[in-house]
């Protein structure tokens, strides 16, 4: 458990990455009241410095042994290094924010999106998990109408940035973009497919039931932070030429009759969530728009007249910010908010 001190040490587990840049920009943007701020990343990283409030801070290497002293630590350094490190920062008394898949269904762990189920905290144990990046801009909007109106089905298809997928990817993305306008051959290596200018209906590995493993996350995840088991949930995940914010189109099935009116009015009083919806006006969330903004921009909420009690939005949010630093440093806020 967090003791409750004037200003905390807190450590960057994967600083050098994608997520872990925007964490520290984002534990300077909020004032988060940082004592002391340690970098981890790979022996690769050795030497480099990242500026915080000014400062140059000098990464180190991760080891098992570095936790001691340490209050929180926010880790987004793959899902290998949190099964290997998080257990050993919880046994040295620092509370791990991980932003990996590895702990998010162990029921020992919450799962927690601070507008949506802060409750969860309560029981933490050491660890705690920050969902996937789909799931969380899925689950704020899903929140206030399945408490009004019981949600019996969800269909979500995304649109998921290329800086989901980490550095690297992003790269890939400028090099081919250039290689192609320039007639040059292009090799992919971080998908298996060319991604400029073209559409990837594959996120993370396949299973055995044809779904993708990013698939199965928003399914498990959206039903454990919601604490409903019994929604039905079908998902197609797509990875799109877009650097930041992922985008979905969510059809939502309900028992109560809901309209577009009460939607609207119920998730414009949604800590977190922008309704920013006026078609006529060709108003409607955008990634090039949502990139850099702290809130889920929710928009085309309409009726869905093909069944009893349906329902369509659009979502958009900043994959790398709502999506992990930013849930990851509210997360942080409301435990030493106590
Ligand atoms: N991108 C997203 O939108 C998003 C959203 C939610 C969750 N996540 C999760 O966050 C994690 C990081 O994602 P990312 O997009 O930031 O990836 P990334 O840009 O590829 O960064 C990976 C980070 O992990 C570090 N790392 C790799 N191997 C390591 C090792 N053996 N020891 C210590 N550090 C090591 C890297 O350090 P070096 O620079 O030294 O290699 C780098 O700092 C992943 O688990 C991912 O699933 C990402």
């Not at 350094?77 to 509370?95: L, T």
């Not at 797509?238 to 109560?256: L, Q, Y």
Request: net charge negative; aromatic share 6%.
């Amino acid at each position: 458990m967090l003791k409750k001190k004037e200003k905390y040490i807190v450590a960057v587990v994967g600083a050098t990455g994608a997520v872990g840049n925007e964490m520290i920009s984002i534990l300077e943007e909020r004032n988060f009241p940082v004592e002391q701020l340690r970098l981890f990343a790979s022996e690769r990283s050795e030497g480099k410095t990242l500026d915080f409030h000014g400062n140059a801070i000098k990464v180190e290497t991760l080891k098992e042994d570095v936790f001691d002293g340490i209050d929180i630590a926010l880790f987004s350094a793959g899902g290998d290094r949190s099964k290997q490190f998080a257990p050993a920062a919880a046994e040295a008394g620092c509370v791990v924010i991980d932003n990996s898949s590895a702990w998010r269904m162990d029921p020992e762990v919450p799962l927690v999106v601070p507008e949506v189920n802060p409750q969860d905290l309560q029981w933490h144990k050491g660890i705690i998990a920050n969902p996937n990046c789909s799931t969380i801009q899925m689950v704020l909007p899903l929140k206030p109408i399945h408490d009004d109106a019981k949600i019996k089905r969800v269909i979500v298809t995304t649109f998921q940035s290329v800086s989901g997928t980490g550095k690297n990817a992003m790269d890939e993305l400028h090099e081919q973009t250039a290689a192609f306008l320039n007639f040059k051959d292009i090799k992919p290596s971080v998908y298996p497919h060319q991604i400029a200018f073209n559409c990837l209906p594959h996120i993370d590995s396949f299973l055995e039931n044809g779904y993708t493993k990013e698939e199965m996350k928003m399914i498990n995840e959206t039903r454990k932070i919601l604490g409903d088991d019994s929604i039905r949930i079908t998902a197609t995940t797509v990875r799109v030429p877009v650097f930041k914010c992922h985008a979905e189109s969510i059809n939502i099935e309900t028992e109560k009759k809901l309209s577009a009116i009460d939607v609207r009015a119920l998730l414009s009083a949604t800590d977190g969530i922008l309704v920013y919806d006026a078609p006529d006006k060709n108003i409607y969330p955008l990634p090039i728009d949502v990139a850099g903004k702290d809130e889920t921009y929710v928009g085309r909420i309409r009726e869905d007249n093909s069944v009893e009690n349906g329902l369509n939005i659009w979502v958009v949010a900043d994959n790398l910010r709502k999506g992990a630093a930013l849930n990851a440093v509210q997360i942080a806020e409301k435990l030493i908010a106590g």
